[in-house]
């Protein structure tokens, strides 16, 4: 890669410590399969005990099959899920929500920076009752979206009244939930069960777990033979508990908070440092762990010049994200390479 580290995407990151140490630990000797052991058990009630709530939970492989199969038990083949037109379950779960549920339609709502609002909510839930359109049965938010933007708990109370007043219920994709948290110093209560979200997939592989997410169901009833989902989708880990273990590590230790305000304060660190030049700006605010920069081609080129890896998908700009092990030097160093390579676009175009 040629750096020592990369910010392309906090999916390169290592696992932290504690969630290590935990599956070491959880290693020794032999236990139960297919979730009856004592790790897993330990995990689900920390989340309990964490969400202050007496929540169902259920243990996956990764993001995409947590929010597949919650989306899949929330719905029948013929309704309809409205989400975001730049939501991670449309535009990079290779169509497995609508797989899992046997057909569920996903109903986009424009949006330019990732959000979703009651206003589209009520347009597109309301727009047809026709027998030939899909019926409107699931709102799915991603908290932080994928501009990093985060929900706050108004937002969050603001899209539940009007499910609740539809009949829909709220999904929570979570894949980054621990830095959103961060980010709003608030419990992980407060924006989940206590504004109105009934299931959450909390994700555990961008917060320093090595795989794996958490299916959380705050209403139990709609966790109804959620197990043969996780089944029957080969999601039921056989030897669970190093699935689980890890989460026993984070949650106990605070490390899920920990390792999202670290990511958090990097990406703040690098907006900061880059907010002065001409030709750099912030695509979104840097609520979160993410940076997205629009510049100038040849500064990009320079950047990947100088070794730099980054994504170019969301309005062209180049996203930087932050992971639990990010470097302040190497985040220093990056911000001076944008400096510098702005710096060389401006004489050159001179």
Avoid at 144 to 161: F, K, Q
């Amino acid at each position: 890669m040629n750096r020592v580290q990369q910010f392309a995407s906090d999916n390169y990151a290592g696992i932290c410590p504690e969630a290590l140490e935990a599956m070491t630990l959880a290693n020794a000797g032999s236990a139960t399969a297919y979730g009856e052991d004592e790790w897993t058990q330990k995990a689900a009630d920390a989340f309990r005990t964490l969400f202050a709530s007496d929540c169902d939970v259920y243990f996956v492989f990764n993001g995409t099959a947590a929010n597949s199969l919650a989306l899949a038990s929330l719905c029948q083949s013929y309704h309809g899920v409205i989400c975001s037109s730049s939501a991670h379950v449309e535009t990079d779960e290779c169509g497995a929500p609508e797989f899992f549920s046997n057909g569920s339609k996903l109903l986009l709502a424009p949006s330019d920076n990732g959000k979703i609002t009651p206003e589209a909510i009520r347009a597109l839930a309301t727009g047809r009752s026709d027998i030939h359109f899909p019926k409107a049965r699931v709102v799915t938010i991603t908290q932080p979206t994928e501009t990093g933007l985060v929900y706050s708990i108004e937002e969050v109370r603001a899209i539940s009244a009007v499910c609740r007043e539809l009949g829909l219920k709220l999904h929570m994709d979570g894949a980054r939930f621990a830095h959103a948290c961060a980010s709003l110093g608030c419990s992980p209560a407060e924006i989940t069960w206590q504004a109105g979200v009934d299931v959450l997939c909390f994700g555990g592989t961008k917060n320093g777990m090595a795989v794996g997410d958490a299916v959380i169901f705050f209403d139990r009833a709609l966790a109804e033979d959620f197990s043969y989902r996780c089944k029957q989708a080969g999601q039921l880990a056989s030897k669970m508990r190093y699935l689980s273990a890890p989460w026993v590590g984070m949650l106990e230790s605070g490390a899920w908070l920990r390792n999202a305000a670290h990511g958090n304060a990097c990406a703040a660190s690098l907006a900061a440092q880059v907010a002065d030049l001409p030709d750099i700006d912030l695509i979104f605010p840097a609520e979160a762990n993410a940076v997205f920069l629009s510049a100038p081609e040849a500064v990009l080129a320079e950047l990947r010049a100088r070794g730099w890896r980054f994504y170019t998908f969301i309005g062209g700009g180049a996203r930087f994200m932050f992971a639990w092990d990010a470097m302040p030097d190497v985040v220093n160093d990056l911000a001076a390479d944008i400096r510098a390579a702005s710096a060389l676009a401006g004489r050159r175009a001179a």
